[in-house]
């Protein structure tokens, strides 16, 4: 019965299962890990750029020039904290120990410093352009000239003075918001908050401190962004090894959940069918079949991956593999369809009734060695009905020129 024969291939043995489990649990941890400590050293060339604001530089001059006029500023006392806290951050190192649960924690801390700097950088220089405003105003009122001939960069913002009762809860809340996402957007409409609502400064006042004390609840409301961190990584990583880097990530946590237990499930199908591929590889070269050329054609999601054998002098066993498990042998003649006449069709069904016992070697062998079992059987009787050609000149050109692509690409 060797026409076409069409079956499942499932993997029966419960320790080689746990085998391949097992090795993919290694090989997923693996990447895991590779892909945070690619963010880590993508957030340390963010660091890097920290510092790289030239008003950052500037600041140090003005600390040195406004103490000597406005030594109580909250303001002065606030860009001196700042300033020592960026340094701080650019001295700090994430530590790469660990498994990729570790390493992800440490990451997770990192970045969140590291996000804290930047906002806190775009603070310095707000925070400069009121000390500018106020240095400026008690150098008027002692008719000093060292900050008149003194030039800043202008950033195109506008900065009001606020009173001194205001300035204190105005940069609390400002450090509070430095500590998470969008700061300029939420520092917008607290300056917003300041300039739109006229000289009712008690009114605005009590608006920062409800802005405080939201901050405040919101800080300690507990929120598992490590526990969504982990996910994010983990199916970043799957991605990875599944060949689809590009795809887009989920921002919903239940979307998140969804799209990681179809990527499991994927990821799992391409483990399997590797090995049985590579079963099936094994079992053909024990028994001195000789591989003429393997091709993976993808469609619609569907991977079928087929792989061709010498088989006499005019024949060839194609075996063809989904990532589902589906598979199909079959006889076939070595050229192009065209060549099939009623005399080479009569030849290929011979050929087909010879491969019957070897089919039944291959199968039994699967199992007995691989713990590989096809099931689901449909085998077809030898028939010329079924003869068909495959041009493996052409194949093997075509295999050629993908690998020399390949050799080029990486030189």
């Given at each position: 019965m060797s026409g076409p024969k069409y079956s499942t291939a499932i993997i029966r043995e419960i320790e080689r299962l746990q085998q391949l489990a097992k090795q993919l649990e290694e090989q997923l941890e693996a990447q895991k890990r590779a892909q945070v400590l690619s963010d880590i050293s993508r957030l340390d060339k963010e660091k890097e750029k920290v510092l790289s604001d030239a008003n950052f530089f500037d600041c140090d001059a003005l600390v040195k020039k406004s103490e000597e006029l406005i030594p109580d500023s909250p303001y002065l006392v606030k860009l001196k904290e700042i300033r020592k806290e960026i340094v701080s951050v650019l001295n700090t190192k994430c530590s790469l120990n660990g498994d990729s649960e570790k390493l992800l924690e440490n990451y997770a801390s990192y970045k969140e410093l590291i996000s804290t700097a930047q906002n806190k950088k775009v603070l310095i220089t707000d925070l400069m352009h009121h000390i500018v405003e106020e240095a400026t105003t008690a150098q008027q009122e002692k008719r000093e000239d060292l900050f008149l001939n003194e030039k800043w960069e202008d950033t195109g913002r506008k900065v009001s003075t606020i009173p001194g009762n205001l300035q204190?809860?105005?940069?609390?809340?400002?450090?509070?918001?430095?500590?998470?996402?969008?700061?300029?957007?939420?520092?917008?409409?607290?300056?917003?908050?300041?300039?739109?609502?006229?000289?009712?400064?008690?009114?605005?006042?009590?608006?920062?401190?409800?802005?405080?004390?939201?901050?405040?609840?919101?800080?300690?409301?507990?929120?598992?962004?490590?526990?969504?961190?982990?996910?994010?990584?983990?199916?970043?990583?799957?991605?990875t090894l599944i060949g689809c880097e590009e795809k887009k990530i989920p921002k919903e946590t239940e979307a998140i959940d969804q799209a990681l237990e179809e990527a499991k499930k994927l990821l799992n199908e391409k483990q399997q069918a590797e090995y049985v591929a590579e079963c099936v590889h094994k079992v053909f070269k024990d028994r001195g079949y000789n591989l003429l050329g393997d091709s993976i054609v993808v469609n619609n999601g569907r991977k079928i991956q087929n792989d061709i054998y010498e088989y006499g002098d005019d024949s060839l066993i194609s075996v063809s593999m989904s990532n589902k498990g589906q598979m199909l042998f079959e006889v076939v003649g070595d050229g192009t369809h065209k060549e099939m006449d009623a005399s080479r069709a009569e030849q290929l069904e011979s050929e087909m009734r010879r491969f019957c016992p070897d089919y039944k070697e291959i199968k039994d062998a699967l199992l007995r060695d691989y713990g590989i079992s096809l099931e689901q059987e449909h085998l077809c009787e030898p028939d010329k009905k079924y003869a068909k050609a495959i041009d493996t000149e052409e194949k093997m050109d075509s295999r050629r020129k993908k690998k020399e692509k390949k050799r080029m690409s990486y030189d």
């Open positions: 204190e809860i105005y940069m609390e809340v400002l450090e509070m918001l430095a500590e998470g996402e969008d700061y300029e957007d939420k520092k917008s409409a607290i300056d917003q908050l300041i300039s739109n609502t006229g000289t009712d400064w008690a009114y605005k006042r009590q608006q920062l401190m409800n802005r405080r004390d939201a901050l405040k609840v919101e800080k300690n409301r507990s929120i598992d962004t490590i526990g969504i961190l982990k996910k994010i990584t983990e199916l970043r990583s799957i991605y």
